[in-house]
């Protein structure tokens, strides 16, 4: 069943959301909670560590400041040239139009490089339309960048750069985190299908965010 329909199950004539996976390392914990009465084992899912970056703004952001958000985050620096960077960017550019008003919906892009200073970073998100608080186009120091990109979101980037031409190769996938931090999905920016899957499953999250919400998780 394509689209957004294919996460909704009926159930006893009530809409019951297909979960997406958890990506990442897992560890059973000593701790229980009950199901139907069984004591069943607590799962410790990976979650993206804090960190501290700059925005187009100069302020600093880290993950509090996405708190209750779902976060859409792609990777980036600004001789964007490849097409796959270009792609990412276009999708990105997309959900931005679609979720403008969606205060649930947080857009990321990180810059690999970190000669990207803030000067830069305005003049970027100025192309892009990305406003910040919305949309934050990030920059900080090579260790912090590396540890979350490789530690964090488990993609990878790799410095090219000699000293006439600054080249990075880096993942163009896109990664959705839900309102814990946790990785719930990666997406190929250059596969349409994936990309449109994104979008579904965005929603699938705030739905997902706003049951544990009415339920008091």
């Given at each position: 069943m394509p689209g957004f329909l294919y996460y909704l199950l009926q159930d006893q004539g009530k809409n019951r959301y297909k979960p997406l996976p958890i990506f990442g390392p897992k560890v059973v914990a000593s701790t229980f909670h009950s199901v139907r009465g069984k004591q069943i084992p607590d799962t410790v899912y990976h979650i993206v560590d804090d960190f501290s970056l700059v925005n187009q703004s100069g302020d600093s952001i880290s993950l509090s400041t996405w708190k209750g958000k779902v976060v859409v985050l792609n990777l980036f620096y600004s001789h964007v040239n490849s097409d796959g960077a270009k792609l990412a960017l276009k999708a990105m550019r997309g959900f931005n139009e679609l979720y403008q008003k969606n205060h649930m919906v947080h857009l990321a892009s990180v810059s690999v490089d970190d000669q990207d200073d803030l000067k830069t970073l305005a003049d970027v998100a100025k192309l892009w339309s990305a406003v910040p608080n919305k949309w934050d186009v990030l920059t900080g120091d090579t260790t912090t960048v590396n540890k979350l990109v490789k530690k964090s979101l488990l993609l990878d980037a790799v410095n090219q750069s000699t000293s006439i031409e600054r080249k990075f190769i880096y993942s163009n996938k896109i990664?959705?985190?839900?309102?814990?931090?946790?990785?719930?999905?990666?997406?190929?920016?250059?596969d349409k299908e994936a990309v449109s899957k994104l979008d579904d499953e965005i929603k699938v999250l705030i739905a997902e965010e706003l049951r544990n919400i009415k339920d008091g998780r």
């Open positions: 990664v959705l985190l839900d309102t814990k931090h946790r990785i719930r999905g990666f997406y190929e920016a250059s």
